[in-house]
């Protein structure tokens, strides 16, 4: 992940559409830049709870590529985790998330409450009162195969990567992937 030294969000918007060829959302324009928890945007903008759907989680070894992002060593173990983001009320997937955090940095409350509960990161986070900054490395729009078969969703996605720092370290590197269409 690329080193940034302060988000620019009108830089990252304004070259999002020109190379998208897309107006983008004010909601879309939100995501894109926010460096905080997009759960409480999401809950305003649907009127309703957001909630996870586990799709897979486990501890493994990191690989090289998410070792680097997370400035750990290949082989240190980390807990992968995939997850629906969802309108507890109508079940409508608002994003696709997949998350990588060394398992040497995590909290163990926090280890136990992501192996055991569908809870949104950003709750978890204020729940367990870990402080931090999200560091946004990319932000791009694509249409993806992958992302439909994740989501059900055949659209253009606006997919967002970032590391959250706490204690000087990335203890965890997130994945988000939106479907244009739901978050207008």
């Not at 090289?64 to 983001?85: K, Q, Y």
């Not at 696709?96 to 926090?110: F, G």
């Not at 993806?144 to 078969?149: F, S």
């Amino acid at each position: 992940m690329k080193e940034q030294k302060f988000l620019d969000g009108i830089k990252i918007i304004n070259s999002l559409e020109r190379e998208s060829g897309i107006r983008l959302t004010l909601l879309q324009k939100i995501i894109a830049v926010t460096n905080g928890s997009i759960t409480p945007i999401l809950e305003i903008y649907c009127g309703q709870t957001i909630v996870v759907e586990t799709i897979s989680q486990r501890i493994r070894q990191a690989d090289s590529d998410v070792a680097t992002c997370l400035g750990i060593e290949p082989g240190e173990s980390i807990n992968d985790r995939e997850v629906l983001i969802r309108g507890e009320r109508d079940g409508m997937v608002f994003a696709y998330a997949r998350s990588y955090m060394p398992v040497k940095y995590l909290p163990p409350e926090l280890s136990e409450s992501l192996m055991t509960e569908d809870t949104p990161l950003g709750k978890l986070l204020i729940k367990y009162r870990i402080e931090g900054r999200r560091e946004l490395g990319d932000v791009c729009i694509r249409e993806d195969g992958v992302y439909e078969t994740k989501t059900g969703k055949i659209d253009r996605f606006l997919i967002k990567r970032y590391n959250f720092i706490s204690n000087k370290k990335a203890i965890m590197h997130i994945t988000e992937v939106y479907p244009l269409s739901v978050i207008q």
